[in-house]
Every structure is written in C-alpha cells, then in structure tokens.
C-alpha cells in the first residue's frame, strides 16, 4: 500500500501512542515500522494475536521485559567465530535468555487458547535454562567472575588472598619501623603495586622504589625493598587471573554460539511479544475492539473515536463517537454541515481506524468491520506553497490527480472540501465529477465533505450516494459533533462568524445579500434536519417501550420457572416420601424371612417395584407436562391441576402395591378358635394373609403366597373371607395392573404346553424370571410347562433345579424328552 496518506491521516502519531505500551528498545522499533500488511492471511494472525494478548491480560497472565538492552550487536558478534564477549554482554543475552523462557512458560499454560502466541516461543528451546544457570555459576551480577568460576581461578584468587596478606603485614612492620618518615599509617596502591607514604624529606631513610608524589610534593610513595619480590609475584598472579577469567568467558562465548538459533528465536520472541503486548496496552488504554477485516466489502463504524483527539482531551473534554458505513449498495457518503463542526474529523476517523485496522492494531470504536483495501488514498487540509508555486486550489487539484494514478481498487478514498478554493459554480461541478470518478472508474469507497449545494443535490438525487452532516445547535450555535446519516446539513457560516466576533451589522448585511432560494433551501435542510431528529426521539421512545415489555415478559417467564421449579421440588418430596416408606415395609417383611434363597427373591421383587415406582411417576410428570403445555389455561392454574394429577398417581400406585402385598379389606376376624393346618391368618407385624402349614408348638410355619415365614402363634389372628373370593384370572389381572407392567415373559404355546427360554442370562436373572413365570403359569391354571436352559456350563441348569425343588407350585419336574430339548431343557408339573 502507498504511503501517500499516512502523513495527512498522522499515521505516525498515531504509531506513538502505541509505541507508549513497548518495554523494549526492540519492541520500540517494532512498532515504529509498522504498516499495513499486504497478506490478508498475515493480518488476520496479527488481529488474532492482539485478541489472545488481551484475554491473558484478563486472567492475569502477563510477561514483563524491563532492563533489557537491544541485542542486536552481540548477537552479531556470536555471528563471528573466534570472538569473545565481555562478562556484561554474556550477562545481557543470559537475562534475554531467561525472560524469554519466562514468557514462554506463562504461555504454555495457557496455548490452548493461545495458538498464535505460542507459537512465537514454541522454538524457543528449553536447553536454554541449562546455559542460563551455567552463566548465572560463573558471573555475579555486578558482571564479575565469581570465585568458583572454575577450580584453577579458586586457587589462583586464594592465593592473591594470601600474598596481599603477607604485604600488608610487612608494609605495617616498616611503618613502624621508620616511625617519623611515614606521613600516614596507611598501605595504597600505585602502578598496580602497594606502596607507603613517605614524607619527601625522609625519603632516604626508607629504602625502596618511589612510584610517584603527592600533588603537593610532600608525599613519595615508596615501594620498599622488602616488598619488591612479593609485588611482583602478586602482579604475576593477577596476570594468570586474568589468563584464566579470559579462558572461562570464551568458553561461556562457544556455549552462547553454539546456542545462536536458540538465542536469535528468544530475542525474535520477545520483539513480538513486546510489540504485541504494547497493541493490547494501547487496545485497554482506549477502549479499542478488534476489527473485522476483510470478511465483507463494507465499511463499517460503530461509535468510533479518533485516538489522537481523545488522547488530546482525555484532560479537558470527551470525543463524541461517530457512526457510519458504507457498503456495495451506497459506497460513498458526501458530508455538509457547518464549519468547525467536526466534518475532516469524521475523515481522519474513517481514513486513521481503517489504517490502523488494516496494520493489525486494535481501533478504537465499539464494532468495526473494514474491506482489505488495497488503497487509502487521503486530500485533506490545504498543501499550499509558495516554494513550490503551489495556490490552495492547485495543491488540492496536483494531489487529487496523483490519487487518480495511485487508486487501486478496493480502495477508500476520502475528499476534504473537494473543489474549494476556486469559482463555486466550476468547484462543485469539478467536486462532483471527482467524487463520481473515483466510486465508478475506479471502484472505491468515497467520503468527501463540502459545502456546495451541487454536491449535496448530486449525494440526494445519485443512486449509492449517501448524504450526512455535522450536527449543529441552533440554540447556542454551538456544533454537537454528532454524524446524522441520512440528512444534508447547512453551512450555517454567517451563525459561525457571528459567534467568532464578527459584528453584528456585518452580518446583517451579508443577510441581505443572501439569495431567497438559498434562504428557502436553507430553512428546507433545517425542517428536515428537525423531522429527522424527531423520527430519532420517536424511534428511541420506542424503542425503550420495547425493552420494558421484553423486561416485563422477561420476569413474567422467570416467575413461571420459579414455580414450576416449586411443583418440581414438592413432587419430588412427596415421591421420595412414598418410596421412602415402601422401602421401609419391604425391609421389614425381607426381615421376617428366614428362608435365605425366598429372602432373596424378595429383596430382588421390592427392588424392581421401587424402580417401578419411579418409572410410573416419571411417566406421570411427561404425561402432566404435556398436558401443561397443550393447556391455555394460566400457568399457575395448570400447575396446581398436573401436581394433583401427579400427586394422585403416586397415591395411587401405593395403594396398588398396598392391595397386592395385602388384601386385608377382603377378609374379616374369624369367631375365636384356635389356629389349625390350614386355616387363613394374618400376620400382625406387617398385615399380610397367608395359610398355615403346620404347627410346631407355639410356632406356625405360614405361606404367603410362594414366600414361607415362621411365626408365633400370638402374632397371628385367624380370619375369613368377607365377600366372594375372586377368580385365579381376575387375581392374576389385578397382579399385573399393581406390577405396573407385564412381566417379561417369552411364553409361546408348543404342543398345548408353555415354555420360557432363560439362555443367555446370569443365574440370577434366570431364578428371578423362572420364578416369575412359575407364579404365572399357577394363576393361569397351566397343568404343565417347558424351561429351556441350554446346556452350556450346567450352571443354569443347577440353579433352576434348586428352585425347583422346594417350589409350592411344583408338584414333580423332570429332563425333557430328547424331541422336546433333552437335557438342555425342563419339563415342571404344577400343582393344581
């Protein structure tokens, strides 16, 4: 893209603001040499970027890169074989190092959701720790070599220790000999060497080599004889120090080299990271949103701000946002109104925020969507010059033409006061023709502003031209700053020179002079512009009437959910309740039963009822809330009917279950006798009526229905039947309704017999349904039936004749026939 607007639009200015957030002397940069990217693939990953930055910020997940130096000049040096580098440089490239290990831990927990950022530092290798703590054992902060650096510079630098020891001591044993020759008791250094001072007219008596005087001549500072030796082993001992912390810092130089790729990835790493940080830093600063970019052709702003005049009057005032767009149906906008009253803002806004979008930068507006533009193009302000012979009119014509070359679609192209400076009649013709050139010949996106009449008829009567204008109060002829889309604005300049101190007989006069058909088309625009605010106050009226009814409605479904949630809550109790208690009953009856294999059964038949149970309650509430839902009737209404709907038919089920665990109300105390084999009694612990089958002292041995109990003769109470005892068929109907549900039977008549195929099921399953089927085929009066077991493992085979053998309904049972199934299947006689 040209770079013909940037310096109208202030494009740089803008990068400053940015370049604010940047911790780097690299991230500075980058974002110095920021431009719109050609690569729509490349923006859309730099957009992406931005959004990720912002969402860590928000969870707290941040990377700082203070005290970090650009390392661009070391890193050309390990480009370099045989170079070393100095102990700061190695320590500038390890804290490089390790910030950028840093930022990519706080990444990786996060790179789910930050594809893009991690990207950045995935290359960055983890190797690098290791050659961070190396450089961190070797060299200390202040950039010095540490002791234990190496084993040979431990030694040496001990021994430096040593040496300076034995010097200061034979230093002060001369001070104290030579008493009056010393100005001051004190051992310096001077060429590398320690010295004493020496009064100058004593020099003589202290023998030794003088390393120089004191300024004032009073001083010789003297190397004694006896230290000469001492002084030159110990400048020969720093001579092999430094030998040595040269060998270690080439060293630490080979390993920094060997790691160049690791290094320039961690330094290109952070570069992008700074500069993006910095974009999500500028983005929480101005409230900015990331665009859309070239997911349609349209130009869209939603309550935009220019970011330099906000950062302006961020002190002293607020920006007031404008709103507007553009699409292939109306692809330019022509924008009257008065002066000063913000008309070149809303250019600058479009023409900046699309650069900005189009660069990767978040904009500062609540919604924005711009096309890939290939060209923003820009004349704004006047480019006159006397340098370059260059009038108000004729800069404006040079640069308008050089945008005709430089236009290439799609393009936004956007006009300030297109046509001024010369005749008005040829400047708004020549504005029209301009504006009319660049939407059709070369297929851009055009804002311009003006102030003719003919531009402003050309945008109401042209098909795809918008007309706007900048709001102006009539009242304290003051501009609002506000874009009204839709309507053509005037001029308004004789309220503006008034309000600039112009006099008051000067514009009376210039009143005068005014055309009446421009005072008609001027009170024309001003009775539009009224109608068309009162539309907006209409439609905002309406608006705010819509959402009181939505809010109403709202706390209307709101209060219905909260009830239906009560209903919910007291249905759920009432079931819990009942199961509760037949869980309860059931307990107490499987504890009276000493038979184990019978205790079983009947634990297995209480669990399925209380499945049962549920299932019918369930069924009862889908049932109540289809209704509910097919219902008109208010909602609280039909929701007291379905909870005593539900209610009922878990009161109902209970009782089924009631009246086929007992039939009470069918029998009635028998004339006091005492209890014989085979009489009728119920059980007093639980209610049940079942039939003695033998006596055994004070104890009876009592069958209800197939389950057997053992009972004292003082718990049981003989009764009779109170009406007519019903049928095996009608029995057996009312066992089916109390179950809920047929019982899974795959009963088939075979010769006059029934039969149930148990094959395939677990051992329990097969007693449970073989026990099942036993009690159904009693109560069908069935003389005879087939069990079909397979052969197998024997193992149903084994079970099923267990059962068989202590069964009340089993008169005798025997291997089938070969014909019928042979050993893989049984054939039960039924008692009759």
Request: proline share 3%; glycine share 6%; charged share 30%.
């Amino acid at each position: 893209m040209h770079d013909q607007a940037f310096t109208i639009l202030e494009y740089q200015e803008l990068l400053a603001l940015v370049k604010r957030g940047a911790q780097t002397p690299m991230g500075r940069a980058r974002v110095q040499t920021l431009k719109p990217l050609e690569d729509v693939v490349a923006l859309r990953k730099a957009l992406e970027a931005s959004a990720e930055c912002v969402e860590l910020r928000k969870r707290g997940v941040v990377w700082s890169f203070g005290e970090l130096e650009d390392p661009a000049e070391r890193i050309a040096l390990l480009r370099v074989e045989g170079v070393g580098l100095e102990p700061s440089a190695i320590l500038a490239l390890s804290v490089l190092c390790e910030q950028a290990m840093s930022a990519r831990a706080s990444i990786l927990a996060e790179r789910d959701d930050s594809p893009v950022l991690w990207s950045l530092v995935e290359k960055v290798p983890t190797d690098l720790n290791r050659l961070i703590a190396r450089i961190a054992n070797k060299i200390l902060p202040t950039g010095e070599i540490d002791d234990r650096a190496s084993p040979e510079l431990s030694r040496i630098r001990h021994e430096i220790a040593v040496l300076r020891s034995r010097i200061a001591r034979t230093l002060e044993n001369v001070m104290r000999k030579s008493g009056e020759s010393i100005q001051d008791e004190l051992v310096t250094l001077r060429n590398d060497r320690f010295v004493i001072p020496v009064k100058s007219d004593h020099r003589a008596r202290v023998p030794g080599v003088a390393h120089g005087y004191s300024s004032s001549g009073a001083t010789a500072f003297v190397e004694p004889l006896e230290t000469i030796d001492s002084n030159n082993e110990l400048q020969a001992l720093h001579e092999e120090e430094a030998r040595e912390i040269a060998k270690i810092l080439f060293a630490l130089t080979e390993e920094l080299r060997a790691q160049l790729p690791a290094i320039e990835a961690a330094a290109a790493g952070i570069t992008e990271l700074d500069f993006i940080n910095a974009k999500a830093i500028f983005q929480q600063r101005f409230a900015c949103v990331i665009p859309e970019v070239g997911k349609s052709d349209g130009l869209q702003f939603v309550e935009a701000r220019h970011p330099l005049l906000e950062e302006n009057l961020r002190t002293s005032g607020a920006v007031v946002p404008v709103s507007f767009s553009l699409d292939d149906n109306n692809n330019t906008m022509v924008i009257s109104g008065a002066n000063a009253g913000g008309k070149t803002v809303v250019l600058k806004t479009a023409g900046l925020l699309s650069l900005m979008a189009l660069s990767g930068l978040p904009v500062p507006a609540r919604e924005a969507h711009v096309p890939f533009y290939a060209s923003v193009l820009a004349d704004i302000g006047d480019h006159q010059s006397l340098a370059a012979n260059l009038s108000t009119f004729t800069s404006h014509v040079a640069n308008i033409s050089r945008m005709i070359e430089l236009c290439k679609a799609p393009a936004l192209v956007l006009l300030d006061e297109v046509g001024t400076g010369t005749d008005p009649e040829e400047g708004s013709a020549l504005g029209v023709a301009v504006v009319d050139h660049f939407r059709k010949a070369c297929g851009a996106q055009v804002m311009a502003t003006t102030h003719y009449s003919g531009l402003k008829m050309y945008a109401g009567n042209e098909e795809g031209v918008l007309n706007a204008s900048v709001e102006f109060d009539e009242k304290t002829l003051q501009p609002t700053y506000r874009l009204i889309v839709g309507v053509a604005g005037s001029s308004s300049g004789l309220e503006i020179a008034r309000r600039f101190g112009i006099p008051n007989n000067v514009i009376d006069g210039a009143l005068r002079s005014v055309k009446d058909s421009t005072l008609q088309a001027v009170e024309y625009l001003r009775r539009i512009k009224r109608e068309a605010e009162e539309a907006e106050s209409l439609r905002a009226a309406l608006e705010e009437e819509r959402a009181a009814v939505a809010e109403k409605f709202a706390s209307l479904d709101k209060k219905a959910e909260r009830q239906e949630r009560e209903r919910q809550a007291l249905f759920q109790t009432a079931l819990d309740s009942t199961v509760r208690e037949f869980e309860k009953r059931s307990r107490e009856l499987i504890a009276s039963i000493q038979d184990r294999s019978e205790r079983l059964k009947v634990e297995r038949e209480a669990q399925r009822r209380v499945s049962e149970l549920k299932r019918e309650a369930l069924r009862a509430t889908s049932a109540g809330d289809k209704r509910e839902a097919a219902s008109a009737a208010p909602a609280s209404t039909s929701g007291r009917g379905v909870r005593v709907m539900r209610d009922g038919q878990v009161v109902k089920k209970e009782k089924e279950f009631e009246e086929t665990r007992t039939a009470e109300e069918e029998y009635m105390p028998a004339a006091h006798s005492e209890i014989a084999v085979g009489d009728k009694v119920k059980l007093r612990s639980f209610g049940s009526i079942g039939i003695v089958d033998s006596l055994k002292g004070d104890e009876a041995e009592v069958r209800v229905k197939s389950l057997r109990f053992r009972e004292k003769l003082e718990n049981l109470e003989r009764v009779e039947l109170s009406s007519p005892a019903k049928s095996k068929t009608e029995k057996f109907a009312s066992l089916r309704e109390s179950r809920g549900t047929e019982l899974h039977l795959k009963a088939v008549q075979e010769n006059g017999r029934s039969e149930l195929n148990v094959i395939g099921r677990t051992t329990d399953e097969a007693v449970d349904a073989v026990d099942k089927f036993l009690d159904e085929a009693s109560l069908a009066s069935l003389s005879q039936v087939r069990i079909i077991h397979g052969h197998g493992t024997g193992a149903l085979r084994r079970v099923i004749t267990e059962l068989l053998k202590g069964h009340p309904h089993v008169a005798r049972f025997t291997a089938a026939p070969q014909e019928q199934g042979g050993s893989g299947a049984t054939l039960v006689e039924l008692r009759q």
